[in-house]
């Protein structure tokens, strides 16, 4: 993410946001930091600001954690 190579990011990022789009998913559960940061990265440039990235622990924990 740090590299400056944007316009590449956002180029090969577009078949997986196309994919998650299609599946009308609101949420996506990736467990590496470059998924993380990538999706993070280019979701406004395709117009899926609501899309909630998280790692697959944050999601672990937040099923754990009890009212």
């Not at 956002?10 to 998924?35: D, L, N, W």
């Not at 993070?40 to 998280?54: A, R």
Request: with cysteine; charged share 30%.
């Amino acid at each position: 993410m740090a590299t400056g190579y944007d316009d590449e990011r956002i180029f090969y990022g577009r078949r997986k946001m196309e994919q998650i789009r299609a599946t009308g998913a609101r949420m996506v559960v990736v467990p590496c930091h470059s998924c993380h940061g990538q999706l993070n990265s280019i979701k406004k440039h395709y117009g899926m600001d609501d899309l909630e990235v998280k790692y697959l622990w944050e999601l672990v924990a937040d099923i754990l954690v009890l009212d």
